[in-house]
Each structure stands twice: as C-alpha cells, then as structure tokens.
C-alpha cells in the first residue's frame, strides 16, 4: 500500500489578540521570530552557506512563536501545588511492573511458534480495508513522535523537569507519562511490521520528518496552556484508538482491537489526569483558568501530528 499523507499546509500566522497574556503581567511576553531563508536581508548570507554545504532545515517551520506568557509571579502556584500534584497526579500513573508491554500483543519471537504466530496475525491483518491502515498508520506516526512531546511539556514554566531526573511530583509525571506513551508507538509500530501491510521505510521517513519539525500547539511556555491543551489531545487520542479498535473488531480482528484498545485505556487515563489538573486550577485560579481555556478555544486545538509533511 502505497502511503500518502496529505500534508498539512504551515503558515506563518499573525499574532491574535488572545495570543497575549490572560492576565496582566509583570513583563511583557517574549516573541521568537524565526527568519526565513527567503528574507532578503539574509538571502546573499544563505546562498554563500548553501554554496558551501546546504544546511539541514525541517520541512515545516513556525514562524512566529510567543514565549513566557505566564507571569513570573504565578509559578508560585505550580510550586505550592507540588503536594497535591503527588497526591492526585501520581496515583494516576501505573507500576511498571503492572504495566502491559508491547511484547504482551505480538508474536514472541523467542518462541518456536513465532512464524505460525506472525502468519496468523497476517491473515487477520488482509481482511482489514486499506482506508484502516492508512489511519491506524497516522496514530502510529503520531504515537513515534513522543520525543517533541516530552519536549513540549518540558518547556513549561513551573511544571518542567529542570534536569531530566528532577525530583518534583511535574517532572516525575512527565518522565513517567512519557515512558507509558513509549510503548504506544513500539506497539503499533512493530504489529505495522508484521502484518506487511504498509510501506515501512516510507512511514519510518516520515517519523523522521515530523520529529525533526516538532510542532507548535501555541502553549507560550504557560502551564495554564499546556495543560488545557494536553486534556484535549488525550481525549482526542483515546477517541481516535478506541475508534481503530472498533473497527478492527468489526473487521474480526480481535487481537488488533485489544491492541487499539489498550492504548485507548492509557489515553483516557492521561486525559482524566490532565483534566484533574486544570480543575484544580479553575479551584485556585478561576480567572486565569478561565481566560487560559478562551485563549486556547480561540487558538484551537492543533493536534500532535500537525507538522506532518509525507
Ligand atoms: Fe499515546
Ligand atoms: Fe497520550
């Protein structure tokens, strides 16, 4: 099956109104402003580099990007919400050793039966339309680009993990939501292997692509932001993987449905532990929170994969 995503076009966006702080600040929000290629002003400068060697660029760029839209004084609050973050966060994440792995869903390759075991999860997998892997391969693309996402939380202030193995109930969620999500890609992506159903090198340069464009869900450094933001993208992905794992069933594949479906449970785990935050902070900070929903409202919500390119 040939792959062709449909590449989401990138455009530089002007600066909203709602794209300022929710509430007024002590400083103003920084702007980052990423020079083109194409600005004259640089254009004799990047043809003297380009003539040396051309250098590496993504193949989306976001070109107007707002930074530190929280005011400095209310990262008080995510540190005085240290406590409640280990108490309410932390129990949402599972012990490793209860955790199901990939390997639970696929043929054991250490097993004698392991060619009968891919053999049949190949048969199952050619009685699922092409239109199926074509989505099921969009979830497994956006699942493999979790280092942008870890990167995304980590850039939020007040919540980041400072030193990749700090401490603080934040920066404990982060590593370990980021090392439950891991297994979401492995598993989709070696099951995609097996079934021999899709283009694997075309997939793997496309993962490539995206992780090196990141993306831009506009969350301004702001924890208000980027929690709002990862509430919705949680539940957007439990809907997405509980609908492949219906359909799968409705294919008569079980094992791919059990497989779908256990990525659903996780995500709508994440998601009810990214809503129990901003719940908390409309307790704390009905008005920031508030403002902070509009503005992500107005914004939308861009989802992980936005910067996709095929
Ligand atoms: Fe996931
Ligand atoms: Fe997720």
Redesign the pocket.
């Known amino acids: 099956m040939a792959l062709k995503l449909n590449p989401l076009a990138c455009q530089p966006y002007k600066l909203p109104s709602s794209a300022r702080p929710p509430v007024s600040s002590s400083r103003s929000p920084k702007f980052l402003c990423l020079a083109s290629s194409s600005s004259p002003a640089l254009s004799s400068g990047v043809k003297e580099v380009e003539s040396l060697k051309k250098p590496f660029t993504p193949p989306k760029e976001v070109h107007v990007q707002v930074l530190h839209s929280m005011p400095p004084q209310k990262i008080e609050i995510f540190e005085s919400m240290e406590d409640w973050a280990e108490q309410n966060l932390l129990p949402h994440l599972k012990d490793v050793e209860k955790s199901w792995q990939p390997q639970d869903f696929l043929p054991d390759p250490a097993s004698d039966g392991f060619e009968d075991q891919v053999k049949e999860l190949r048969e199952r997998a050619r009685e699922l339309p092409d239109d199926y892997f074509v989505v099921l391969v969009g979830d497994m693309i956006t699942e493999e680009a979790l280092p942008t996402y870890q990167t995304m939380l980590n850039t939020l202030d007040g919540v980041r993990d400072e030193t990749g193995a700090s401490p603080t109930s934040w920066a404990v969620w982060t590593r370990a939501w980021t090392a439950e ?1 891991n297994r ?1 890609g492995d598993l989709l992506n070696k099951y995609l292997y097996l079934s021999g159903r899709v283009d694997m090198r075309q997939i793997e340069k496309t993962i490539q692509y995206l992780i090196g464009s990141g993306m831009d869900p506009r969350t301004e450094n702001n924890p208000y932001l980027g929690f709002i933001y990862t509430s919705f ?2 539940r957007a ?1 439990f809907i997405s993987h509980g609908n492949t794992a219906r359909q799968a069933k409705e294919h008569g594949d079980l094992k791919l449905a059990q497989i779908c479906g256990t990525i659903a449970a ?2 709508k785990r ?1 998601e009810t532990a990214y809503t129990k935050i901003v719940e908390k902070l409309l307790e704390i900070d009905p008005d920031g929170t508030v403002v902070a929903f509009a503005d992500m409202m107005r914004k939308k919500i861009s989802m992980p994969a936005h910067l996709m390119s095929a």
Do not use: S
Request: net charge negative; no cysteine; glycine share 0%.
């Open positions: 999500e979401h993208q949680e992905t996780d995500e994440h």
